[in-house]
Nanobody, 126 residues
Framework: QLQASGGGLVQTGGSLRLSCIVS????????VGWFRQAPGREREFVAAISWKGHQTYYGRSVEGRFTISRDNAKNTVYLQMNNLKPEDTAVFYC?????????????????????WGNGTLVTVSS
């Protein structure tokens, strides 16, 4: 089970940190990713991290602004989002999989992970 939280309303240029708590599985063996879906748009890859945290991938639109990290002791993956823009407004989902593929793979598919959690809404006002 994956539970995402931390969404909210923020002004342009602001920051938010999302959290994804993974329970019911051997968390530290799973790669975890963040995806988002804006109204009327297809789901988009945001970021992914390997189960040890040594490998990370980012979607092109967030690279340099967002940082994914994990704390295996807390069964939690974080998405630190800085310099937020109105186009970042979306429902953000976390997902998990035993296999970590490339950022290009997730970007092309818009999904690609086996287990999905609920979404958390991020709204960036202009």
């Amino acid at each position: 089970q994956l539970q995402a939280s931390g969404g909210g309303l923020v002004q342009t240029g602001g920051s938010l940190r999302l959290s994804c708590i993974v329970s019911g599985r051997t968390f530290n063996r799973y790669a975890v990713g963040w995806f988002r879906q804006a109204p009327g748009r297809e789901r988009e890859f945001v970021a992914a991290i390997s189960w040890k945290g040594h490998q990370t991938y980012y979607g092109r639109s967030v690279e340099g602004r967002f940082t994914i990290s994990r704390d295996n002791a807390k069964n939690t993956v974080y998405l630190q989002m800085n310099n937020l823009k109105p186009e970042d407004t979306a429902v953000f989902y976390c997902a998990a999989d035993l296999t970590l593929y490339s950022g290009q793979y997730y970007s092309m598919r818009g999904d690609g992970m086996d287990y999905w959690g609920n979404g958390t809404l991020v709204t960036v006002s202009s």
